[in-house]
């Protein structure tokens, strides 16, 4: 039977190790799927299956899983495409140079047909890819690719690009083609293994270095791809790893560029057997020869089987070792490994965090050679300008014009200058001068090349009129060496304050780092049997805390937090009385590990706390101001402080996959991502050093002009006692200084530096510049409902008695509450915590029976408080009383022959109209009541809700709940009826998002699960609860880490006055230049007869940079809107 082959798009992956193995194991699951592959990016699934599966089954089984999926090339899902028979000839030819489908696909297609053989050809223009059928060589057809002017390679590589599901052009008759070069340029796709290394990148200054080194870097060997962050001074390079590229190589293409770099991690091996898994690197010290390599080796392999390779390089003392993900061998174990074959080792690779010291270090490197530099400069210039102002007049002036040797006009002031000067040009600008060199080498003009223009313009020309003053006496030269050395010094405070300035824009991120302890107290039994002992009573505890929080909600409690009171319950003390403790470094704890954690010290890691309770401050993580009471049971973040009372945390997340860790992972993606305002300023810096020169050489030819032709009044020049050489070019060298491309490249990524860090501190985590510049421009915001809007479990919500007199509310809760005690129902679990939680004497039961879907039937013994006796149904043991009781629906009343009576079924039919779940109370044969149980919002939801709509904003409920219970929820919430959608799959959730979008709106979307994930992606701004689900956290692109809805008001406020920032940024930069450029080319001196000296044109230049970089600064005074409960916006004055 023929295999056919389907290509899908994917809507909603958001990575390839969860979204797609997600993906790829439901479409395994359909009957008849021979094969699949994943790919992400771009998001396909190409599925090679039999008839026996159809392609409506395979988006149907990609749609459960919470995601959407559609034939590529929009084709209708009810055939299937038969794109390949088993056994045939088929090849993949990567195909370069193609500009559209239309045209070039379609040249393509048409000459591969004409290779005789080919029975078929699909062309992918997306793709840059050629599939083709038949019997004709991989040769043949690559040169009938190149003879059409494309560029052609065989594909070898896996997995394959996605077959397009559209049909093919008609076959052509063949005719010969002409015989055409292909292009040189080289091509940026790869057909092998990616990876990505960081690199730290010193010596830029504005955003005219980061398009320099990325034009000059991508497209080089092995380099397909490139992100510079310019005031992190990081990189991200993606290197094809088949070309064989290094990281060191491209080291080298960015120091020939003028700039320092150095690699901060290489690239993981994404071929590899460590795929997926965890890599460790020691430094193994005290091997000798390859018998101490072999030794180590195989102790690590002999620690199990999830040691999935171990190598060790004996030059570098270096072992590398690979654990399967989710191996419960940790470093710890590795380490302790080696130890015991008596080698020093030490964990060398721990990058879970990069190290804040190394980013303060870096920063105050940078601070420290500018001081340097200054320090130098004002050594030679302060003697200058001294000698330039007090030396003209008197006996200082006296002294100073003495003539030297024969020289009647060169005198002893010029030569002190030239001694004093030459150093502050070459010496202290020699930074200026390579910089600009290598940057003009490829063919990048920046901020350096106009201060190199200028000061050795003024350098230059005051030299020149010395020699020529030395070649004639009678010539008396006109010299203003200051100005150069004035400029170079002032422009050197400039970069020390603009660089303290930086460095201060990253305290947020460095705040973070050093928030991780360095030590952890770990408990490790001494026997087998404390070990034994301990599992047992942290399981009881555990158990013991489960229900302890079933039983804290009570009806309509929903203070989110899973207990009611305001303080730390009791925990218990566990005895862990043959452990020894012993302190370990932070990265050699362990999954699984016990730690004990004393008052004031931090988590060591992410876990759950098995003994004591305390107050945590997890402030830094969530937001939240006020400490958190914890006791066992209740999970904490590691890097919070435990405040009073010492306890033992079970480690659940340590090193990389750390809450903190993710958070600073989070914040260092996103001020590694440009927003797109920041395109604007680029493209400005690209051609703003040439036009400002060509500016400055038209304010030279006009003055020089006007100045020879004898059109300027002749006092002018005489005032200054100048030439009309030397008046012009003093305007042309103050342009050139006073312009500051700077200034516009920091605009943007300053202000998204400092917006993210304070984000981050606020509980909100930004996914970068893009995030923010979309956030400000929300105009809708759609909720999703379980879990975003409510609390995500059922709540009691109503105990209705049918006669208060001989059955009150209490009994009939009571009595509910014993016969769902053994249910596992979330209605049950929901009942059974009102009661406990009302503190009520619950009767015991003496024999249950849960029938499916119908509810549950139990007899229990004694009388619930305030029952009558006439509900019971006959003697008990010990003359207690006995009690038949069910609980549940109609059919279940039906089934045992009972009814109810037309009162009690309008009450029934109310409660469920308002979407909550009912059952019946049935003691006896009597009805004594109804329960209602629905899943309650949060407290905060609607206060939210109004406060969005105060703000302007159209609010939208999207779930796949049924219809009556989102219209309740959004009734009792605040949002419109007709703008509710319920019983949606997530597909339409993300096309409810389109058709919002097409509408005009800028939609966030703000959910919780899996199946929210498609419409997250497809939303302008998709927002994750720090509740929800991995999936959902990676498709979105702000995180709320707190479990609170008001932190959507919080983040969409925050992104305001960050582009707000940005935009100020902006207009200052460019008011600066557009005011200050035609000042210093003397648009005022005809009026005021003052022009803006060289000198103070370099000090004005100098402090836009960083008055922008203080104005981004300012952001760190942000203080979060405050939202009353009845959705009042209270914000602080300062915003």
Known sequence: MANM????????????????????????GVPGVVDVQVIYPPGNAIVTHTSAASATDLIDAVEIVGFGAELEGGGSPDGGVELMETGGDYVVLDVEGMMCQKSCGTTVHNVLMSVDGVTKTVVSFPHKSAHVWGSASVAELIDAVEMVGFDAAHHTATPLPPVPSVDPPPKPKPKPKPKVQPSAQKSTTTTGPTGVATLSISGMSCASCVRNIEKNVVGQKGVVGMRVALLAEKAEVTLDMSTGVTEEEVVGMITELGYGAKVLQRVADSSGSNKGGQVVNLEVLGMSCASCVGKVEKGLRKLGPEVTSASVNLTTSRAKIVLEEGSTIGARDLVECVKSMNYEVTVVNDDSMPDPDSIEKASMHEVDKWRRLLTLSLLFTVPVVLIHWFGMGGHAGHFFDTPLGCHKTLNLREVLMVVL????????????????????RHGNLGMDALIVLGTTAAYAYSMAALFIACADPRHEPHVFFETSAMLITFVSLGKLLESVAKGKTSSALTMLMRL?????LLLKPTTSNAYAAAAAAIEGATDAAAKRDAGSDGVGASNGRGRAGSGAAAGPILDFNGFEESEIAIGLVQVGDLVRVLPGARMPADGDIVSGSSYVDESMITGEPLPVPKSTGDAVFGSTINQNGAIVVRAKAVGSDSALSQIVKLVEEAQMTKAPIQDFADRIAGIFTPVVITLASLTFIMWFGLAEASMLPKEWLQAESSTPFLFSLLFAISVVVV????????ATPTAVMVGTGVGATNGILIKGGTALETAHQVTCVCFDKTGTLTTGK????????LDSQSMPIDSVLAFAAAAEANSEHPVGRAVVSAARSRGLSIPHVTAFNAETGLGVEATC??????????ASAGGGAGGQAEHRLLVGSKKLLLKHGLALDATTDKMMARLEGEGKTTVIVVV????????AVADTPKPESSAT???LRSMGLEVWLITGDNVSTAKAVALELGIEPGNVMASVLPGQKAKKVSELQMRGHKVAMVGDGINDSPALAQADVGIAVGAGTQIAVEAASIVLVRNDLSHVITALDLSKVVFARIKANFVWAIGYNLVLIPIAAGALFPMSHMRLQPAYAGLAMAFSSVSVVLSSLSLKLYARPVIEEDGTIVRDTLW
């Open 5 to 28: 082959r389907t290509s899908l798009v994917i809507e909603g992956m958001m990575c390839m190790k969860s979204c797609g193995t997600t993906v790829q194991n439901a479409l395994k």
């Open 421 to 440: 000067v030459t150093p502050v040009q070459f010496w202290v600008g020699g930074h200026f001068y390579r910089t600009a060199y290598m940057g003009a």
């Open 516 to 520: 991780q302890p360095q030590t952890a």
């Open 739 to 746: 312009a500051c491309p700077c200034a516009l490249g920091l």
């Open 794 to 801: 059922p709540t009691l919500t109503d105990v209705v008695p």
């Open 861 to 870: 013994v004694g009388t619930a408080a305030g029952a009558s006796a006439g």
């Open 924 to 931: 006896g044969s009597a009805v004594v009541g109804l329960l």
């Open 945 to 947: 809700v109004t406060a």
